[in-house]
């Protein structure tokens, strides 16, 4: 009997981690958009908070065909081959680190 309720939370924490992520679902209808511009946009339309060093995005910019993403998509193809990781934590801040990923544990819970 007792299985059915461990059952039915896990259900709830999973439907929830779930919402969670659709949350994070950007709009993207520009050609091209400079990083700190894109983070103005990804703050306005997700009530999110980036925090990073601007000498690290300098001259960063976002390319993607018109669509909806989901911001850790956009941010994998953005840091793929450079030295910037991410980690969007419980309260919606997006802390992104350059030559380090943060860890948890010994996990690395940045990608």
């Known amino acids: 009997m007792k299985k059915v309720p461990v059952l039915l939370v896990v259900l709830c924490l999973s439907f929830s981690v779930l919402k969670g ?6 709009k993207w209808d520009f050609p091209e958009m400079g990083f700190k511009e894109f983070v103005t946009n990804a ?10 060093r601007d000498e690290w995005v300098n001259g960063l910019n ?13 941010l994998d193809i953005l840091f793929a081959g450079r030295s ?9 801040q997006v802390i992104i680190t350059l030559n380090f990923s943060i860890k948890d544990g010994g996990n690395s819970i940045a990608a």
Do not use: S, W
């Open 43 to 52: 703050e306005q339309q997700l009530n999110i908070r980036f925090f990073f």
């Open 21 to 26: 992520q659709d949350d994070l679902r950007l």
């Open 62 to 74: 976002v390319r993607l065909e018109k669509g909806t993403y989901f911001l850790p998509e956009i």
């Open 84 to 92: 910037l990781h991410y980690y969007i934590n419980e309260n919606r």
